[in-house]
C-alpha cells in the first residue's frame, strides 16, 4: 500500500503495458495505491513460447524453465492491446469488476498513471483464475481497510513484475546449483515479491554466506 501515492508506467519493452505503484517523500498525492496479487502455479503457465526468442520451436507442448516469462510478456502485451496501443493503461471501476460489467465513465477517484487510463474490462487482460481470486477478494480487502473496494476505485492493469517469473536454483546452502560461490538472493533471483520476504531472504543468504566463508 503507498499512501498519498502514484500508479506509474514500468514497461521495459515495446508494445506493452505494465504498471507499478509508490510515494514521493511527501505521500501527500490525491489517491493511495496498492498492487493486487494473485498467486501462480507452474501449472498455469502456457506451453507455446511465441514470444520468446530463445526457445527453439522444438519446445513448444513442453514445460520450460522461461514459460513464466511467456505468461508474463503474454499478459503485458494483451494490456498495451486493450489500452489502445498507445502505452494508456486499461482500467475498470471496483464496482464494475465485481459485477463483470465493462466501466464507462470515472467518479470520484482520477487515476494517476501517465499518459492515461482507458476504461472498459480487465476480464479479457487476466486469467479467469486471477479475476475470479480478485473478485472475492475485494470484499474481504473492504473489511479490513475502509474504502479498499470503494465501487468507484480504480483498477488500472497490470502489475506483472511484484515477483521474477524465473528462478536461480540454490541447494540448501543457497549456493547455485551450477555456479558455486553464486548466492541466488531476493526478488531478481525469484525467492521474493517485495521487500519484506526480500529483506527476509538477504538475511538468510547472508547468513549462509558467513557459514561457508567461516567454514
Request: charged share 20%; proline share 7%.
Amino acid at each position: 500500500m503507498c499512501p498519498g501515492g502514484t500508479v506509474v508506467a514500468a514497461t521495459s519493452e515495446p508494445g506493452r503495458v505494465v504498471t507499478n505503484g509508490m510515494s514521493q517523500y511527501s505521500r501527500n498525492e490525491r489517491n493511495a495505491n496498492a498492487g493486487i496479487v494473485v498467486g501462480i502455479d507452474p501449472a498455469d503457465y502456457h506451453t507455446d513460447y511465441g514470444l520468446l526468442e530463445d526457445v527453439p520451436p522444438q519446445a513448444s507442448g513442453q514445460p520450460h524453465p522461461l514459460a513464466g516469462l511467456e505468461l508474463q510478456r503474454r499478459l503485458e502485451t494483451r494490456a498495451f492491446e486493450l489500452g489502445g496501443g498507445d502505452y494508456h493503461a486499461p482500467g475498470q471501476l471496483v464496482g464494475d469488476f465485481v459485477a463483470g460489467r465493462p466501466s464507462t465513465d470515472f467518479g470520484s477517484v482520477t487515476p494517476s498513471y501517465k499518459p492515461g487510463v482507458r476504461l472498459g474490462s480487465l476480464h479479457g487482460a487476466l486469467p479467469a483464475y486471477a479475476i475470479e481470486a480478485m473478485r472475492e477478494a475485494f470484499p474481504a480487502f473492504g473489511k479490513k481497510i475502509k474504502g479498499f473496494d470503494m465501487p468507484d476505485a480504480v483498477l488500472t492493469g497490470v502489475e506483472t513484475r511484484t515477483s521474477s517469473p524465473i528462478r536461480i536454483t540454490r541447494g540448501d546452502d543457497c549456493q547455485s546449483l551450477n555456479v558455486r560461490g553464486l548466492f541466488p538472493a531476493g526478488e531478481g533471483a525469484g525467492y521474493a515479491g517485495g521487500i519484506l520476504s526480500a529483506g527476509v531472504d538477504g538475511i538468510k543468504v547472508a547468513e549462509a554466506v558467513a557459514r561457508d566463508q567461516i567454514g
